[in-house]
């Protein structure tokens, strides 16, 4: 008999149907549904939902779409700080680039594109090099609630006016005979005076105007300290003041 004539063996439907004789690894996977409804959800830890709520926050308006910018806001601060790799970062580049951040924040005024900017610098080198200069500039111009204070208006003469107001006040001292003139007195008087003829005449961020700053906050904090020195006249006014012309003068931006 040849082989075509030969009666072919009948296979078990069993297999095919899921029986006993089917492999137990061949069960079908089947997606956990979500609790609102049958589709499934992806894991909370990757990008995923981030990239869907920056979506719904810019369909959102009002006090919805502040509430969900501050979620979002969390939500990249905790990706943050749990550490990623290249697909967070893309997915970093994908909501900074793309323009969906744009016009998102949270009630408190935090902007979404700055908590991204952060975010992106947290996952460190090499993804933070990868940070565009617009977004860093767009972090820096941001205000960090509680510590960031606004410089003050009228450029060096804020300084200025309160480091002149103390040593006049330090001279009235003088006057009265409250304070005796002393050698170290008339020193501080005339390196606080240099001080902020500097900090007045140099360009914020200079090394001059950084050295002026640091010479008197040095000189105001010495005549502030000859409180705790027995029989040295205290130039503390002078002092005082000092420091307080020095905060300001730190605060400058222009």
């Known amino acids: 008999m040849s082989d075509a004539s030969r009666p072919r063996p009948r296979t078990s439907s069993s297999a095919v149907e899921g029986g006993e004789g089917a492999p137990s690894d061949l069960a079908a996977w089947e997606p956990e549904p979500s609790a609102q409804g049958g589709t499934p ?48 970062a893309d997915a970093f580049h994908r909501l900074l680039e793309g323009g969906t951040l744009e016009g998102l924040v949270d009630a408190d005024g935090r902007t979404c594109r700055a908590a991204a900017v952060e975010s992106l610098l947290a996952l460190g080198f090499p993804y933070a090099l990868e940070v565009r200069p617009e977004d860093l500039e767009h972090l820096r111009s941001t205000p960090v609630l509680g510590t960031q204070l606004s410089p003050p208006r009228g450029g060096p003469f804020p300084a200025l006016a309160v480091g002149l107001g103390a040593l006049a006040a330090q001279v009235l001292l003088h006057a009265t005979g409250l304070v005796p003139p002393g050698g170290l007195l008339i020193l501080q008087g005339l390196l606080t005076l240099v001080s902020l003829a500097l900090l007045t005449v140099a360009s914020v961020g200079s090394a001059l105007y950084r050295g002026a700053l640091a010479l008197l906050t040095v000189v105001s904090g010495l005549g502030l300290g000859m409180l705790l020195v027995p029989d040295v006249p205290a130039g503390w006014a002078a002092g005082l003041g000092g420091l307080v012309a020095a905060f300001l003068a730190a605060l400058r931006k222009s």
Request: avoid cysteine; aromatic fraction near 0%; charge should be neutral.
């Open 41 to 88: 959800t992806p894991p909370l830890g990757s990008p995923l939902p981030m990239l869907l709520l920056a979506q719904q926050a810019r369909r959102a308006s009002g006090a919805e779409r502040l509430r969900l910018a501050a979620q979002l806001n969390e939500l990249l601060a905790d990706l943050a700080a749990e550490g990623g790799g290249r697909v967070e």
